[in-house]
């Protein structure tokens, strides 16, 4: 069975040597000291690794079942539950009126990686509830605030989102489900939804769904979209659990992973609905909730590959497998392990350099969610809009990758179900889908995220990197980060002034290249995060650290990732300059 | 349910617009006349898509079950074993004396393309015994030949390669099963082997183990290994079925996917077994079986990229989603279909134009084995030695990224086991794995096969692209496939330059490097196809062929490649020039 064990050092790393939080002018950042850092992540990774790890594989081989309407959930997952709502682990960084701690997001981030890394299909049921709970926050009145927000925030019910219907994934506007209004203000809901992860299970005494569906008579397509709160049991005026509402689940998907986690069809039937937000907003009600599980999902990609990494070094160092030919490196043994040779050594590097700067992306864009929402910062709020599809499609297309060569070392040890290690490539696999597939992540950064408010967030971006380069290029230590990361940033830009000038004339050629600026561009934001983590590992051994191996890990890693990962960014570049003629030649009766 | 259409028409394009097989003067191809080959590849073609191909999801939902060590197979898959034997499609590359057809292994290749794409797990039942026949072939006593092959040849009986053990996998040296010598000659084999694929089932009347072991008193590691023959059946001297042997399935594994095909653990308790070949050289007789299998493995990785990319075709333009940003191009439905948008072109595309060259790549290749077998040339058996890792590492790597992408193009219902996309990612997976992981296809391409013969043979592919570049330069339609060509031939040749200066000085500078170029060869080998595609289309159009449209849609798809999928190898020698200090920086603990 694969173990895990939680990266609480490396997050610590990020939060305090890199992005130095509790020095952050940003509210609530200076209570994020580094012993109160310490405490939580170390009580979050105590439980991640010990109870949430082990459920993993019982997960995976159980499944969920659905019987007369009710779902069972894996052994075990409903004490676990239990313990992580015991703990306050739900409600972290959720206000404090509500029942949560109030703690910024960066905060529940960093636990978040452990709790995905331990268990990603067991998550999936708080992490949908904490989406749908800030949805509410977000958008609802007082009155269905202080209705829904304490029992969501301590996951006694959970949530869900429910936007795909068997004919439409990405093009909602072309969504039958309806609301039809109804004399006590309230809305009858109809219609079927499918894919909807946590849809029903009985870990919670309710659970919310929230709903998007068309009220008749509005706006035709994707204008014409309400979001609904559709609870599964009614909800007395007392607060008291009610009578059963008018949604079932009609049968739960078989699928390529995340069998712990009960993706259902749900079928409304007449159900009593409440209006979120506004008439036929939905659209803008549910990004409330998409923008944050985005991210969430992109933190999914990163901690599957964490998670598969850990147990891929393990067995690279135990299993004894061939001689190093540069000489005997395990004499008393058959053979030496694994980790000698350089192919091996390849593939670790690229799971680690990818993991560890994919990290302080992610919470370094969790910072900027915090300074966004806590401090009215507009400038950051543009920015994480800017590299929120590039977290979630990178971050999710890369850590794929990661799963796939972490499980190519155990050999066919890793195609067997035995090790876990298949277990990580299939639950990584979603990640790629769900929350708007990656090609709609690469369409939203190049057709609309680029171009936002005249470019001035991509501009920000280049100018920060190119600051960063400016302001290090004669530290000593930092040669091999300075040179690739400019080279890559002038890589990305020529691709971006390559999309303005042919784009005016054809779209498609800007499309066509879509995937790649957002690879390019996600390489790049790591070249960033490599050369920040260098800086601060240069600075801790130039101040006399007496952890100076982990520095040098870390200086050694980066130098990997900018000489041998980043360089990809010329291949995009050249893939993009070839515009849309090759992608557009054919007829589709070509095909 | 998925469907496969067998691809006769680009068979035939290969076999003869491009490799001219009729005209070709190696003893058998005279034979192989365009009609006559039409006439073969429809009728497996039939077979596969009518008879195989629906057995494909049946084979992954049932898979296989032990019970009181019987392994019951998929339902259908034993009346379509025997259909396919029926057929005579077992032996059509076996020689006649022993019941086979005689016909070079090119049209094997070819057919066997549609039978892996139609259903892999199940193929291999036949795959194996084919391997396992040619080892006997090419090592057995002529009273072992005429034991064996006629059952074998026909698939009466099965055959298995037993390589692994619980400790060793690659490192063969290690192997623990043990060979006593008895006074008959025969010897008696005891130990265990894991993961064998079809190892035990009733779809024939009796299986053919060959098993490698070591005779005591032998020499240490691997060279005291020999190839024995254990039949699961001993067999009378009048040729009948005697008493059951000592081989026993103690198990069978529960893998990521190829459930169809039952995967053992094989208990050789007293087992009665044949020296195959020379004692001590069980490695020698082995690899006869192991090249070819690497070439029919690497078939399975484009043979599961060409399954996969169809079904994303037809859901590409099926599927209604969104609007063309060009101008609406279905305005009577409520969206367009997928295959409008640029990044689903620019997914369909990496396919296309990898499973077609792919497949040139390997029906060149096994004209290469032909050449070799058949005409006793070298020069070929030199080339297709240095290409066996190229097809089967590069072939199964991109393979499997290629059913990932057309997975990709379903969104979430290619997450579920309903349209079948998942099971094509899970089954290509095994090919980076078995018949020697793709790490050691790398070492073997680097550490032994380009500096075999002085590096001869490397050099004569160089030299064959340099005059393809140096023919075609001037030819109008041509620019878009010989420059880039010679761009990326020259990347190829500075890795191999930096291998040699370095590889000196450091092994490690070359073998930290096999990987990105074994996929930088791979892309010059596809390169190459497309060239030669290209040219052969060119020449159609040029003779006034009334199928344009098929030609006209290969030069596009070839740009296509040249334009947007050869610029890898750029990347490639960025990274394979960073040498070996990135790559080993850290010490064993440091990961």
């Known amino acids: 069975m694969p173990s895990y064990t939680a990266p609480t050092k490396e997050l610590q790393f990020v939060l ?5 939080v509790s020095k952050s002018a940003v509210p609530g950042y200076s209570d994020l000291e580094r012993d109160f850092t310490a405490a939580v992540l170390e009580e979050a990774g105590k439980l991640t690794s010990e109870v949430l790890a082990p459920l ?21 997952f409903k004490e676990a539950f239990d313990q992580v709502r015991e703990g306050g682990w739900t409600g972290l960084d959720m206000p404090e009126e509500f029942g949560g701690q109030g703690m910024p997001s960066i905060l529940g981030t960093a636990v978040g990686e452990m709790f995905s890394g331990a268990n990603q299909a067991f998550t999936m049921y708080q992490g949908l509830t904490h989406g749908a709970a800030s949805s509410i926050l977000a958008h609802g009145t007082e009155q269905q605030k202080a209705t829904y927000l ?6 006694e019910w959970t949530g869900t989102m429910n936007l795909t219907e068997p004919h439409c994934g990405t093009d909602l506007g072309l969504m039958r489900t309806k609301a039809e209004p109804q004399d006590d203000g309230s809305y009858n809901i109809t219609g079927q939804k499918i894919f909807i992860s946590a849809g029903e299970h009985e870990m919670s005494s309710n659970i919310i769904h929230l709903v998007l569906a068309k009220i008749p008579g509005g706006p035709d397509g994707i204008k014409g979209v309400s979001l609904f709160i559709v609870p599964k049991f009614n909800i007395n005026d007392d607060g008291t659990i009610g009578a059963r509402n008018g949604v079932s689940c009609g049968a739960i998907e078989k699928k390529m992973g995340i069998h712990g986690n009960s993706t259902c069809v749900l079928n409304y039937d007449d159900a009593k609905g409440f209006l979120l937000g506004d008439a036929h ?17 992109g933190m999914q990609g990163l901690s599957a590959a964490e998670a598969a990494y850990q147990n891929a ?3 690279a160092n135990d299993r004894l497998q061939g001689r190093d030919v540069t000489g005997v490196k395990n004499p008393e043994g058959p053979a030496d392990p694994l980790i000698v040779h350089p192919d091996i050594r390849r593939s670790l590097m690229d799971q680690k350099s990818f993991v560890e700067a994919g990290r302080a992306f992610i919470l370094w864009g969790s910072s900027l969610l915090d300074q966004s929402h806590r401090a009215d910062d507009k400038d950051a709020d543009g920015l ?12 999710t297309d890369e850590g794929y990758d990661m799963t796939v060569k972490a499980q190519q070392i155990y050999g066919g040890h890793g195609y067997i179900e035995e090790h876990g290690m298949s277990q990580f490539t299939r639950d990584a696999r979603i990640a790629m889908i769900y929350e708007g597939a990656n090609g709609v992540q690469a369409l939203d950064l190049v057709g609309r995220k680029l171009a936002a408010d005249g470019g001035k967030h991509v501009m920000a971006f280049f100018a920060m990197v190119k600051d960063f380069c400016s302001e290090n290029k004669d530290v000593e230590g930092m040669e091999a980060f300075v040179e690739p990361l400019k080279a890559a940033s002038k890589d990305l830009q020529t691709a971006g002034m390559f999309f303005m000038q042919s784009g005016m ?13 957002m690879h390019m561009m996600g390489h790049v934001c790591l070249g960033l995060m490599w050369s920040r983590m260098a800086k601060a590992s240069l600075e801790a051994l130039a101040s006399g650290t007496s952890d100076a ?19 990809a960014t010329s291949m995009h570049l050249a893939r993009i300059q070839s515009g849309a003629e090759p992608v557009m030649a054919l007829a589709a009766d070509q095909f």
Chains 1, 2 share one sequence.
Request: glycine share 10%; hydrophobic share 40%.
């Open 16 to 20: 305090h040597d890199v992005l130095k």
């Open 56 to 76: 993993n594989v019982v997960g995976d081989q159980e499944g969920c079942t659905l019987e007369n309407g009710v779902v069972r959930v894996p052994t075990g």
């Open 150 to 155: 304490p029992n969501m925030v301590s996951c």
């Open 281 to 297: 907003k939905g659209m803008r009600a549910m990004f409330t909730m998409m923008n944050e599980a985005r991210i969430g999902v």
């Open 313 to 315: 070094v393990l067995y």
């Open 384 to 395: 994480i809009s800017l590299m929120t599809p590039v977290i979630k499609g990178f971050l």
């Open 505 to 517: 004339k054809d779209p498609n050629a800007a499309l066509s290249g879509s995937n790649d600026f």
């Open 549 to 567: 191996a982990f520095y040098e890990t870390k200086l050694a890693t980066g130098r990997y990732y900018m000489a041998r990962r980043l360089p």
